[in-house]
């Protein structure tokens, strides 16, 4: 399960990065490394248990002609357990606590939470990071941009990944893989429908201790209940 794709973008959301691939003076070598620095992010996030990291997100809507911007703090905890705490807009929340994903956005919808069950089986769960370094290779097409670097200063490798499952909501993401650690510093990603996002995580904190109160939710009282999977049958 994927947390791309919810029509709330302000909370699903990442930012407006017009991506503008650089060719190298040796471009073949170049594509062959993508996927050996894919497979070298998958290993280092096989040893991950835990994460947490400051994000912002931006996302760029064209339907709608505005850019907005959100921020706060990513926490997860492997297998299931994923949560965003958001610090603006204050308040707003996803958790995923093992057995639902709930979507908690006062600032948008107030006295309203979405849940969705998670499958117990055969999926990533509702896992920004994973999706893109989980089996990269069954299901991702990937090719080298460019070396950058981000705000840390730290240098990274610049990669394109075409799903190859059409059934993903989106057209193409670009992950940006630190050298020196093998995490990911950005993602953007294309949705299909033309809905430009990034997420950028910063200070990030692998296999730390995560209080249990980020993964769990508790509807507010008198707060409607929205069962996401009853509602699309």
């Known amino acids: ?15 407006i990065v017009l991506v503008c691939a650089v060719r190298s003076d040796n471009q073949t070598i170049r594509q062959s490394d993508a996927l050996v620095i894919l497979d070298r992010a998958s290993a280092v996030y096989d040893t991950i248990r835990t994460l947490s990291a400051d994000f912002v997100q931006i996302v760029d809507n064209p ?3 505005a850019v907005d911007t959100t921020r706060g703090r990513l926490y997860q905890q492997k297998p299931n357990r994923f949560a965003m705490r958001f610090s603006a807009p204050k308040g ?9 994903l709930w979507l908690y956005t006062p600032s948008t919808t107030p ?12 999926t990533t769960g509702p896992n920004l ?10 299901r991702y097409a990937a090719r080298w941009l460019r070396a950058d670097s981000l705000a840390s200063a730290s240098v990274v490798d610049v990669l394109a990944l075409t799903p190859k499952d059409a059934s993903v909501p ?9 050298r020196g650690s093998g995490l990911l510093g950005r993602i953007e990603i294309t949705e299909t429908s033309g809905q430009r996002r990034v997420v950028v995580l910063r200070n990030l904190r692998v296999n730390g201790r995560v209080a249990a109160r980020e993964f769990t939710f508790a ?12 509602a699309r049958d």
């Open 170 to 178: 989106y057209r193409e993401a670009i992950v940006w893989v630190t």
């Open 1 to 15: 399960m994927s947390i791309v794709g919810w029509s709330d973008s302000r909370i699903v959301g990442l930012t």
């Open 63 to 65: 339907l709608v002609g």
């Open 129 to 138: 990071i994973a999706q893109f370094v989980e089996r990269p290779r069954e």
């Open 92 to 100: 707003d929340r996803i958790v995923a606590d093992g057995r639902w």
């Open 219 to 230: 509807p507010p009282a008198g707060a409607r209940v929205v069962d996401a999977d009853s």
């Open 111 to 122: 006295g309203q939470v979405i849940r969705t069950a998670i499958p117990s089986a055969g």
